[in-house]
């Protein structure tokens, strides 16, 4: 019996020209993964300060609703000496004087004090919108880049190189979004 000599057709001999589309997607993938990994990180980054703002927010709103409990307090004392000095005897009602100059200077402090902590908490809250949005574009930002590397993947599957220009575009509008957030910080 005489052996016959079989080709067996091996698929790794099958090269695509350099420059091919393949290799188009893949360095086109490579790009959009670096780009990616640093626009994760500015956003992550960027959502941190969004939470440490709001978190100071709350904090100085906690410490404005404090004051004013203590004001509320301390007007009711003041009352209550106010009420006790006109119910007295007359010659009892100067000994109220000095306590009611008292939490009338107390009111004052505690009112500033706490318009304070309500300004301050104003403002980390500002300080969080003016971050949150720029931190929704990155998002949007990065799901564009998403949607390029599917298309891109979507591309090499099915050898559309029109599939590939869909995924630029998509990868420009993410590129767009993301420069025009890091604009608004």
Do not use: C
Request: no cysteine; glycine share 6%; aromatic share 6%.
């Amino acid at each position: 019996m005489e052996e016959a000599e079989l080709h067996v057709h091996h698929g790794h001999h099958d090269h695509q020209p350099a420059g091919g589309l393949g290799q188009r997607v893949a360095l086109f993938t490579a790009l959009l993964a670096a780009l990616g990994a640093v626009l994760g990180y500015q956003s992550n980054r960027l959502m941190d300060e969004v939470l440490l703002q709001k978190n100071d927010a709350v904090l100085l709103k906690a410490h404005a609703t404090d004051q004013w409990n203590y004001y509320q307090a301390v007007s009711t004392k003041l009352h209550l000496m106010e009420l006790a000095k006109v119910l007295s005897a007359t010659d009892k009602q100067q000994q109220f004087d000095t306590s009611i100059a008292k939490y009338k200077k107390q009111k004052a402090d505690i009112k500033t004090l706490a318009d304070k902590y309500e300004s301050a908490s104003a403002k980390a809250n500002a300080d969080v919108a003016r971050l949150d949005a720029p931190h929704n574009l990155l998002a949007m930002a990065m799901i564009m880049f998403q949607i390029a590397v599917a298309l891109a993947s979507i591309t090499a599957l099915t050898q559309r190189g029109w599939l590939l220009l869909l995924a630029a575009i998509s990868a420009v509008a993410g590129i767009g979004l993301w420069a025009y957030g890091m604009s608004l910080i």
